[in-house]
């Protein structure tokens, strides 16, 4: 029986250590941004914004991911962000800044604003 019960235990340790893969600091970082300020609906998105399941990345978290890369950042800044202002992570023609000023969500193609 100690099997099962240690790798139930290893399971939870893992799944739980993914979480902190996550920049919980993300949205503080946005709030600085005037082009970038995260209305409600981002805001309450929380990991979702760009993870689909943490550590696995959607869109916008790939963007983010990848200027981060091209920065040599480990933590994400305001700086980093307002690089991705301008871009349009989920391709659906707005831009990720417009998107997140009008409430809508980067990160998915079928949400745009209005």
């Keep these: 029986m100690k099997a099962p019960r240690y790798a139930l235990t290893l399971l939870a340790t893992l799944s739980l250590s993914t979480v902190g893969l996550s920049k919980p600091e993300f ?17 309450a998105e929380g990991c979702s914004l760009c993870h689909t399941n943490p550590p696995r990345r959607n869109a916008f978290g790939r963007a983010v991911h990848d200027a981060m890369e091209a920065a040599g950042k480990e933590e994400v800044n305001a700086a980093l962000l307002a690089a991705l202002a301008d871009g349009d992570a ?15 969500l980067p990160s998915d193609p079928a949400s745009k604003p209005g």
């Design 27 to 43: 949205l503080e970082q946005l709030e600085k941004l005037p082009q970038m300020e995260p209305a409600k609906r981002a805001k």
């Design 90 to 104: 989920d391709g659906d023609g707005v831009s990720n800044g417009e998107e997140f000023r009008q409430d809508s």
